[in-house]
């Protein structure tokens, strides 16, 4: 699922004093009213007589009804191929649906007021029916009532009211569009590169598929609905589709009828008890590949053409295995006993875990032996590992209001390194994927307009608050959290609690409590420290500690790391520490005061100090500077004896201490240097992405060059270290050296070193010389993207050409990414103008352009013009990734009053906060440059001139 930001303050307060209001009384009540009806827009349906409509109090459905079965009947007109021969002039193509939908429910009180979810749906007054199905006697319907707010309710007003604890079943027709944008209904098109001989009569090669995307407020675009994830039921779909075409559903197929020459029915068996956001169903001339035979059917859907080519047979193959792996580790099988999954040409996540029915982007899924990087079976592995997970986090047990979607995401990420791990040992990848969620929450959370993990339910009303809860912060830091949590209390309580959460919660809801009060019963040995005592520091508050530590006496204090120095925060968080003191084993203490305090075991006498070894806990840390000295003088005379992900996560700290002014800049600086020597992955990523910020600031200043000349020279033994295999365009054995052996291309080549460019131009020349392209799949996205930037329009024209060309999704995406790699500004203009045309480049994909074309310094300023001068389109994919992307550079004055501007003047739906937090970003970004200029270019002039004496 994709990302979000915030909630307008004002409307925040606004629930807040509702719900206190609603608890209030009557008179309270009525303002209540009146605050609300401002604003309110509700529209009686055309055919409504006497309306009389109630406004809705609040944006949560009222608890008295309860669903238990939609019996749903979808008739979708769409075709998956035009046929022009029947109307050249107005094609046969509709996104027009219709349906009808019987829902049965329970009456928990008595009322007269049915609350449903419904959203751009044209719903008929006639037939509805509502009948007690107790007594078979139907009850009138005196109004309905479709509110065009935020709570988007449709409420039905009945002549008299319902009884308490009783069964009713409610008959509802409607119409509706497919929808433009890649949510709700929705259709994705791709081309069949080989139309077989049956189709001669087709002249076109273009194909339609039909899916769903409802997570998490869009199940109501499709049928009215009680929209909330706690408002479980069981689903039972009967679709209408043109022959020719194959529906996919939740559950099993029942039966599949052809009604006429044109139409089929296919009707599939009723779901397991779920909730509405996992609806889902898809039509379309997909082909599946089958995984190996086991007790759950898994079969993956793909263009026919990508199935010939065996693209989805590594999918099929790990998913079984991961499932199996899920399985024995949660003690839950899987149920029902199918699975499909989907690769679709068009989606706005990776993946998206409908129960039964999981999609994925094609190029999340689809990997081709000798076209497809080794590395991207990483991202292959990772998102169905994800997606999967959320069968037993999201799907079975799932969180009881959108506040906790954490439950769901974290879980998903943290469970998946282990599935990855497991499916493929070699890889080594715990630590990487580890480093980049680490990396991703530190970074995000270090921020004043960040969030707690977990926030009070009447703080997420809105659809647009509730997409906002899809962040870095439900992903990445929710992931570290657990992680945390498993180490400290073990890894067997801390599994035995989740099982015994699982077993305790299927088919219902829980909230971050629930958990917790599992965990700690799962404990062997009780602790002070207990599960919900110290874990309450960690997620009701934002942002996380940086502990001190002073190794001459010993005293330690923690305090709120954020990049804004000038704010005081007063959070203190029970901080776990595993620390190792030079030769001596790793040790074990709580934090669990401000400070500062004394700690014997902090006293290094010579020897350093490191802190938060392995990186298990959420926070960065800070010594004296002796210590950092020390520290410095191992990595420079005897790396190894710190742990590798410490030897990035020193770069990571004293890097980011730096942009928070609490290190000075040339001590953290210094942490590069014995990367020169370094050939792990870990160390050498974190430095680059750290760097990344200096390039960022610094790019268009005289810093400039220097930087270039120091990385080119610290990179260089790296590069010669791979040297004979890249010139062979072969890669070495192990997935973590491939990592660095991509890695050195890029840092070498972007920072001119001229071995490595010589190296792109003899081989992308080859490939546009000879036609054939030799390039070892490994080494294709750096050296497209490289060759690029040292080419010119030749070489741009030849990329674009193989872009529109490959049929290959990982391909496809290399290539594009490469096109934003040029130096040249027109051809960067150029393809953001393509990027609005989606035959050129897919919607899906627009984010993804845009962010490329702003990581370039030649872009920037493009990108910006760009997405304010097409808001509209381009925000439609992911907006908060897109604010990220575009700003990423900003660091003067001009700039923080053009955001404002920006937050002004545009509709900025889900991305309220993520400008926030840009405009915060780039104030502390212009205090830091303003602040470090000097010392920074001072420390480059220096070693560089250092560089040039040997
Ligand atoms: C094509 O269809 C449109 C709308 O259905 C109709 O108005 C038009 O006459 C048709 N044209 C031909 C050539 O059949
Ligand atoms: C419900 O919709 C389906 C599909 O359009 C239709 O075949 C069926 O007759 C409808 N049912 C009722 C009771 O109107
Ligand atoms: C399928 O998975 C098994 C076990 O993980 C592995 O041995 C086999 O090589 C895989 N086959 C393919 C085609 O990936
Ligand atoms: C660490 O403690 C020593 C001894 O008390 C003191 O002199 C020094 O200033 C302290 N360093 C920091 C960074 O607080
Ligand atoms: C950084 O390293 C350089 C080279 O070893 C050294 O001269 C300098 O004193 C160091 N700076 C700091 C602040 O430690
Ligand atoms: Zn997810």
């Not at 409504?48 to 109630?54: A, E, I, K, L, V």
């Not at 008739?75 to 035009?82: A, G, L, Q």
């Not at 008929?124 to 309905?144: A, D, T, V």
């Not at 075991?601 to 004296?624: H, P, Q, T």
Request: glycine share 4%; net charge negative.
């Amino acid at each position: 699922m994709a990302k979000r930001s915030s909630l307008s303050k004002g409307l925040a307060v606004a629930f807040v004093v509702l719900t206190v209001s609603a608890i209030g009384g009557m008179v309270a009540m009525v303002t209540l009213f009146k605050i609300q009806m401002n604003g309110i827009n509700a529209t009686a349906l055309p055919d409504t007589t006497t309306p009389s409509p109630t406004p809705p109090p609040i944006m949560r459905l009222p608890k008295t009804l309860v669903p238990e079965l939609y019996e749903i009947s979808l008739h979708t007109d769409f075709y998956s191929r035009i046929i022009e021969e029947v109307n050249v002039t107005s094609p046969n193509q509709s996104t027009l649906f219709t349906g009808n939908v019987t829902i049965h429910f329970h009456t928990v009180q008595s009322t007269d007021l049915i609350y449903l979810h419904c959203k751009d749906l044209d719903v008929s007054h006639h037939p509805s029916r509502l009948l007690n199905k107790e007594y078979n006697i139907g009850i009138k319907i005196k109004s309905m009532t479709q509110y065009q707010n935020q709570s988007e309710f449709l409420v039905i007003q009945l002549e008299e009211k319902l009884q308490a604890k009783m069964n009713y079943s409610l008959f509802l027709s409607f119409k509706g569009q497919m929808s433009t944008y890649l949510e709700s209904l929705f259709v994705s098109t791709y081309t069949e590169a080989y139309p077989s001989r049956d189709f001669e009569e087709y002249s076109d090669t273009l194909r339609y598929a039909a899916a769903t995307h409802l997570k998490p407020t869009q199940a109501r675009t499709l049928f009215p609905c009680f929209d909330e994830p706690q408002m479980k039921a069981v689903f039972k779909l009967t679709l209408f589709h043109r022959v020719g075409t194959f529906a996919q559903g939740n559950a099993e197929m029942e039966g599949s009828d052809i009604m006429s020459e044109e139409w089929k029915q296919t009707r599939f068996v009723s779901t397991e008890k779920m909730s509405t956001y996992l609806f889902g169903f898809t039509v379309s001339e997909f082909k599946a590949t089958d995984s190996p035979k086991g007790r759950v059917s898994i079969k993956t859907y793909t263009r026919p053409e990508a199935k010939e080519a065996g693209h989805a047979i590594y999918a099929a193959n790990i998913t079984r295995t991961i499932l199996l792996f899920y399985e024995d580790r949660f003690e839950i099988n899987y149920q029902p006993l199918k699975i499909d999954q989907i690769a679709l040409p068009d989606l706005v996540t990776t993946g998206m875990e409908n129960w039964g029915l999981i999609t994925y982007q094609e190029a999340s899924v689809l990997y081709q032996e000798g076209v497809s990087s080794l590395l991207h079976k990483e991202k292959v592995a990772t998102v169905i590992a994800h997606e999967l997970a959320h069968h037993w986090f999201g799907n079975l047990v799932t969180m009881s209001w959108w506040n906790d979607v954490w439950l769901n995401e974290g879980f998903a990420t943290y469970s998946s390194y282990f599935a990855v791990d497991h499916v493929e040992p070699d890889f080594k990848i715990k630590d990487i994927l580890i480093m980049r969620d680490l990396h991703e929450a530190l970074k995000e959370d270090a921020l004043i307009t960040s969030r707690p993990l977990a926030v009070l339910p009447d703080d997420v009303q809105t659809p647009s608050e509730i997409k906002e809860m899809f962040d870095t912060v439900s992903y990445s830091k929710g992931a570290m959290l657990l992680r945390m949590l498993a180490d400290f209390v073990g890894e067997t309580a801390f599994n035995q609690g989740v099982k015994t959460y699982l077993k305790a919660f299927r088919g219902a809801t829980t909230e971050t409590t629930d958990l917790w009060q599992h965990i700690e019963s799962a404990r062997l040995v009780k602790n002070t420290f207990t599960v919900s005592k110290v874990m309450k520091t960690w997620t009701e508050k934002q942002g996380y500690p940086v502990i001190n530590i002073n190794t001459t006496n010993g005293e330690i204090f923690q305090k709120q790391f954020l990049f804004n120095g000038s704010i005081t925060s007063s959070h203190w968080w029970y901080i776990p520490i595993w620390f190792m003191k030079g030769s001596l084993e790793t040790a074990f203490l709580w934090l669990a005061v401000p400070g500062p305090v004394k700690k014997e075991e902090f006293i290094s006498g010579k020897d350093w100090i490191l802190a938060n070894v392995d990186c298990l806990g959420f926070y960065r840390v800070n010594y004296n500077l002796e210590n950092w000295q020390r520290l410095l003088w191992q990595l420079e005379y005897k790396p190894d004896r710190i742990p590798v992900i410490n030897r990035g996560q020193l770069i990571d700290d004293a890097l980011n201490l730096a942009r928070a002014n609490l290190l000075d800049v040339t001590v953290a600086l210094n942490f590069t240097f014995f990367l020169r020597n370094e050939r792990e992955f870990i160390p050498w990523d974190s430095a680059v992405k750290n760097m990344e910020y200096f390039f960022l600031m610094f790019d268009r200043s005289q810093v400039y060059g220097l930087m270039q000349e120091y990385l080119r020279s610290q990179v260089t033994g790296l590069y010669e270290f791979f040297a004979n295999e890249t010139n062979a365009s072969d890669v070495p054995k192990t997935h973590s050296l491939q990592h660095s052996q991509i890695l050195a291309i890029k840092v070498a080549c972007s920072n001119g070193l001229p071995e490595c460019l010589e190296m792109v131009e003899s081989k992308f020349g080859d490939w546009m010389n000879n036609g054939t392209n030799k390039i070892h799949v490994n080494l294709r996205s750096t050296i497209y993207c490289q060759a690029m930037a040292a080419g010119g329009q030749a070489e741009w024209d030849f990329a674009w050409e193989k872009f529109q060309s490959s049929t290959d999704s990982s391909e496809r995406d290399q290539l594009r990414h490469a096109l934003s790699c040029t130096r040249q500004t027109w051809l960067l203009n150029r393809l953001l103008e393509y990027s609005l045309n989606p035959d050129k480049i897919r919607l899906t994909d627009v984010a993804s352009v845009v962010n490329d074309v702003a990581e370039n310094p030649a872009g920037q300023a493009l990108a910006w013009n760009f997405i304010r001068a097409h808001w509209d389109y381009v925000s439609q994919g992911d907006p908060v990734w897109l604010i990220e992307a575009v700003t990423r550079r900003f660091s003067t004055k001009f700039e923080v009053e053009e955001l404002q501007r920006f937050a002004e003047q545009y509709d900025l739906g889900p991305t309220v906060r993520a400008v926030h937090k840009a405009i915060e970003q780039t104030q502390v970004n212009m205090n830091w440059v303003n602040k470090n200029k000097d010392r920074v270019l001072q420390w480059f002039k220096v070693i560089t001139a250092h560089l040039d004496d040997k």
